[in-house]
């Protein structure tokens, strides 16, 4: 294994330059099972090591468990790592498996002097709506969020899950350095409106889940049958029963292409997303999260990765076969809006 560094693309016109690939934290405390507190620092300090800059996490991840792990390593990396943090999934006390989604302007500077706190941070680098609530005009969200630029509390805003046209409506009010959804060989419903809009608009895009929440490495081929009962993939459509046995058979070209470069199933995913950046013409930062350095560096391997356009054919029918949602509820998704 090389320890190569990636090459580095920048967060919209005016954002922070970072590794061409990101790390998603989220699984490091919430949502994928058991996690191992030891392997995920590891796997965060390895990244740095080859050329990983900005680093993935949200308030909801774990009621704000998510944020303080990683703390600690912010803290002692600050000047070398990008922190990307978001709101807008508020917890009720009572009932701590809901979320509610929530724009307004309370709740945003509630939410940033918590994530400040809990982050152990003066600025948060890049600052994130997680989702949109349609009641309340994303004109107005982004203002508060211009006024916290403004403060000094953030350096950056980001959007996640948003339209084209909403992209545009905030970028009227304050400069998006990036938008954030799912995009990957499994998930590609963001480029027929948000990607036109993020290229036209000088905006990067950085893809969540873009292993397919692991599906596309090949590592489960049945949430029910192969993952523990509290992982988050069971109540995912796309990953149980028959659509998760019509899924695992369109994975057939993903390892013919990977068979010819030597490589693993997810390399060839991650190889994938990374080439949409020439493909649309816009920086493109996907954050595949991973608990282990041994995956970390096989994920930035990927990055030293091309695929002909042979085998860019091969795989492009991928997407449109594929069975089920990826929420069992789309409809705070950008594609549930489109």
Not at 44 to 67: I, K, P, S
Not at 176 to 196: C, K, N, T
Not at 299 to 327: C, F, M, Q
């Amino acid at each position: 294994m090389t320890d190569s560094t990636i090459p580095t693309a920048r967060l919209g016109d005016d954002g922070p330059e970072v590794g061409v690939q990101g790390l998603g934290c989220m699984g490091m405390s919430f949502a994928y099972g058991p996690t191992d507190t030891d392997a995920s620092r590891a796997t965060l300090e390895r990244a740095l090591e080859l050329g990983v800059t900005l680093y993935d996490t949200a308030d909801a991840y774990g009621a704000g468990e998510n944020e303080r792990f990683l703390a600690p390593f912010f803290g002692a990396h600050r000047e070398e790592v990008v922190v990307a943090t978001k709101f807008a999934l508020s917890i009720p006390p009572d009932e701590p498996t809901r979320r509610i989604i929530r724009n307004d302007a309370p709740y945003i500077r509630e939410a940033v002097e918590a994530s400040l706190r809990r982050l152990d941070l003066d600025v948060i680098d890049l600052y994130y709506m997680h989702r949109r609530d349609v009641n309340v005009p994303i004109e107005e969200t982004v203002g508060v969020m211009a006024d916290l630029v403004r403060e000094g509390k953030v350096k950056h805003l980001g959007l996640s899950e948003v339209t084209g046209e909403e992209l545009r409506a905030a970028q009227a009010v304050h400069p998006i350095a990036a938008v954030q959804s799912e995009w990957s060989l499994f998930s590609r419903d963001i480029e027929a409106g948000v990607v036109p809009a993020a290229r036209e608009l000088g905006v990067a895009l950085v893809p969540y889940s873009p292993l397919g929440r692991g599906f596309l490495t090949g590592s489960f081929a049945d949430a029910d049958q192969d993952l523990t009962r509290d992982d988050f993939r069971r109540q995912q459509p796309r990953f149980t029963g028959d659509n998760a046995a019509a899924n695992a058979a369109l994975l057939a070209p993903v390892r013919t292409v990977a068979e010819a470069h030597g490589a693993t199933l997810g390399q060839i995913a991650l190889a994938w997303v990374q080439q949409r950046a020439r493909v649309h013409g816009l920086p493109v930062i996907p954050i595949p999260g991973t608990r282990k350095p041994t995956r970390v560096e096989e994920n930035t391997g990927a990055a030293r990765i091309v695929l002909t356009e042979d085998e860019l054919s091969l795989l492009e029918p991928i997407a449109e076969k594929v069975a089920g949602d990826r929420y069992a509820d789309m409809t705070f998704t950008s594609a549930g809006r489109e």
